[in-house]
């Protein structure tokens, strides 16, 4: 069993920006893909980056594509999204998700975090 919880959340201005982590227990995370998530007030969740289990292949969505950077490090159990230009559009909670025993991000999320909120403000 792969345990996450999310942290660095905040309020921050346009523009700004913040770091969220991704604290694993439990299992090791040599075998899962982690991902971020997010969903705001109103709209779907949706897939904010991804991670694969070796850290080599990343994936962004378009819209925080030059903005956010993924990274992980499996010794310490923790995976970290660096969000810089923080737009008021990038507000909601943030989730940390983990694939269950696949490398690959387009496995199927089975281990979720609690979420951490982000706000912010223009």
């Known amino acids: 069993q792969l345990k996450l919880e999310e942290s660095g959340g905040g309020l921050v201005q346009a523009g700004g920006s913040l770091r969220l982590s991704c604290a694993a227990s439990?299992?090791?995370?040599?075998?899962?893909?982690i991902g971020w998530f997010r969903q705001a007030p109103g709209k779907e969740r949706e897939m904010v980056s991804c991670?694969?289990?070796?850290?080599?292949?990343?994936n962004y969505a378009d819209s925080v594509k030059g903005r956010f950077t993924i990274s992980r490090d499996n010794g310490k159990k923790m995976v970290d999204l660096q969000m810089n230009s923080l737009k008021p559009e990038d507000t909601a909670v943030y989730y940390c998700?983990?694939?269950?025993?696949?490398?690959?991000?387009?496995?199927?999320?089975?281990?979720w975090g609690k979420g951490t909120l982000v706000t912010v403000s223009s």
């Open positions: 439990g299992f090791s995370m040599d075998y899962h893909a």
């Open positions: 991670i694969s289990s070796n850290g080599i292949s990343t």
């Open positions: 998700a983990g694939t269950s025993w696949y490398p690959q991000c387009n496995g199927d999320m089975d281990y």
